[in-house]
């Protein structure tokens, strides 16, 4: 097995002494000057200053190398400083980096045609005047309530959908809204399709969906009788990795089909090809209204996002949704030049071969560490779930590993902003079968040294 970085800290607990309890002089200098750097700096950040990337490596200014298995913030799908992506931002800084969207480009033309050849056959339109995920999921739910003349918009239990006033407020995470009062009234959260722990205590394969069926009391006794919009995230980004059972998007798509309503899928993290599917709805088989994609749309960094709907959605008045950096010209070209990278039939299925992998070898250290309780995932868009020998979530568990992840080379992201009990592994989508199998030793040792069997 791979050492990365150091041998196991238990193997030599007088080094560990020395270095948690008497830190040396350029250490306790190393952390002036930190401070001294970031005073300026309104959010707190690591000590760790990063300097350079290539592929799915990040250094720091120390020269060590980690491997980002958050894909920054699982936005890098072709890792860092990918060539071809580079090479057509270069050739688009020559001509023109950006013009009022009310102009036609090449760039954005092209973006539109591209989209619509690999998104689901029910889609028609793409509006690409937005520039993050959390206003391309605004968008979807105006043109929701502009289609339906309803308003109100359910969401799921742990949903993150975005940092705006809009999508905090329709976030499935009480902490998040805490600050704020009121901030956008007509939200309804619903239990979603956690079946590690089912909210309804029933158990896979004999529940008959009942976070579906569910729904219907939610719209005769929470809601105003107006309900737009459904809006879900088919893989839970930062709500835990929550992949829903076969058969409940069908069973999705057909209660809002029955009850008029709006299916919106924000694929903000499980588009362009996270799952080793163009987009998750590929995968679990259904056609939502819309798909809202950002992220992994730039390949190496690029600001993109849009909205892409069927033809009911089409009609919303620019005037209503769109803002002065959508439509960008570089980053245009960054996702053109992406999706003709991450498309390609032997690209997907790596993704799907390297992802299967890390599951198997998760699947293993489940077996021999009695804190792993649960593993999930498709793709490279894997989650693995800690527990408490009581069956309680392991909060802090968890967020200590990714912290002492750092030691082994690792760069792990946890569940719901340290909330939860979920380590995330989502490298970018370029990963090679032999950097999976570093990983996964990696984070075989990472246990090792930490965590107990």
């Known amino acids: 097995m791979e050492r990365a970085f150091e041998d196991c800290s238990r193997q030599n607990p007088k080094s560990e002494r020395r270095e948690t309890n008497q830190s040396s002089p350029t250490a306790r200098i190393d952390e002036m000057n930190h401070h001294a750097e970031t005073d300026s700096l309104y959010y707190p950040v690591s000590k760790f200053k990063m300097t350079r990337g290539e592929g799915i490596y990040l250094y720091d200014d120390s020269g060590r190398e980690y491997i980002d298995c958050a894909s920054a913030t699982f936005n890098l799908s072709l890792g860092y400083s990918n060539?071809?992506?580079?090479?057509?931002m270069r050739s688009q800084l020559d001509e023109l980096i950006h013009i009022t969207s009310n102009f036609q480009s090449n760039p954005v033309n092209t973006l539109a045609s591209k989209l619509l050849a690999v998104s689901p056959p029910n889609m028609r339109k793409v509006h690409p005047k937005v520039c993050g995920g959390s206003v391309a999921n605004e968008g979807a739910i105006k043109m929701a309530q502009h289609a339906t003349g309803r308003t109100e918009v359910i969401s799921l239990f742990r949903s993150h959908l975005g940092q705006t006033m809009m999508m905090t407020s329709m976030s499935g995470n009480s902490f998040r809204r805490a600050p704020f009062s009121n901030i956008y009234?007509?939200?309804?959260?619903?239990?979603?399709?956690?079946?590690?722990?089912?909210?309804?205590?029933?158990?896979?394969?004999?529940?008959?969906?009942?976070?579906?069926?569910?729904?219907?009391?939610f719209l005769e006794y929470a809601s105003n009788g107006r309900v737009?919009?459904?809006?879900?995230?088919?893989?839970?980004?930062?709500?835990?990795?929550?992949?829903?059972?076969?058969?409940?998007?069908?069973?999705?798509?057909?209660?809002?089909?029955?009850?008029?309503?709006?299916?919106?899928?924000?694929?903000?993290?499980?588009?362009?090809?996270?799952?080793?599917?163009?987009f998750a709805a590929e995968y679990f088989g259904v056609?939502?209204?819309?798909?809202?994609s950002a992220k992994g749309l730039g390949g190496t960094g690029a600001q993109i996002?849009?909205?892409?709907?069927?033809?009911?959605?089409?009609?919303?008045?620019?005037?209503?949704?769109?803002?002065?950096?959508?439509?960008?010209?570089?980053?245009?070209?960054?996702a053109n030049a992406t999706l003709d990278i991450v498309s390609q039939p032997e690209?997907?299925?790596?993704?799907?071969?390297?992802?299967?992998?890390?599951?198997?070898?998760?699947?293993?250290?489940?077996?021999?560490?009695?804190?792993?309780?649960?593993?999930?995932?498709?793709?490279?868009?894997?989650?693995?779930?800690?527990?408490?020998?009581?069956?309680?979530?392991?909060?802090?568990?968890?967020?200590a590993l990714a912290d002492a992840a750092m030691k082994y080379g690792l760069i792990l992201r946890t569940s719901r902003y340290g909330y939860g009990n979920v380590l995330k592994i989502r490298p970018p989508l370029i990963l090679t079968m032999d950097e999976a199998e570093t990983i996964c030793d990696r984070l075989e040792t990472l246990f090792e040294c930490e965590e107990a069997p």
């Open 185 to 217: 009234p007509g939200t309804i959260q619903v239990p979603d399709p956690y079946c590690f722990r089912c909210f309804y205590g029933r158990t896979p394969g004999n529940c008959g969906y009942t976070c579906v069926d569910k729904i219907d009391d």
């Open 83 to 88: 060539k071809a992506v580079l090479s057509a």
């Open 305 to 334: 996002a849009a909205i892409i709907t069927n033809e009911r959605l089409a009609g919303l008045p620019s005037h209503h949704h769109s803002f002065t950096y959508g439509s960008n010209l570089l980053a245009a070209a960054a």
């Open 287 to 292: 056609e939502p209204d819309a798909i809202t």
């Open 228 to 278: 737009a919009a459904i809006i879900v995230e088919p893989i839970s980004g930062n709500g835990g990795n929550i992949v829903p059972p076969r058969g409940y998007f069908q069973k999705l798509r057909t209660f809002c089909d029955d009850h008029d309503i709006i299916l919106i899928f924000d694929e903000i993290q499980t588009g362009i090809g996270r799952t080793g599917y163009m």
């Open 347 to 399: 690209f997907l299925a790596n993704v799907r071969a390297t992802g299967a992998y890390i599951l198997e070898r998760l699947d293993d250290m489940q077996r021999r560490y009695r804190s792993i309780v649960d593993v999930r995932g498709v793709g490279l868009m894997i989650g693995f779930e800690l527990a408490t020998a009581d069956g309680a979530p392991a909060v802090a568990q968890t967020n």
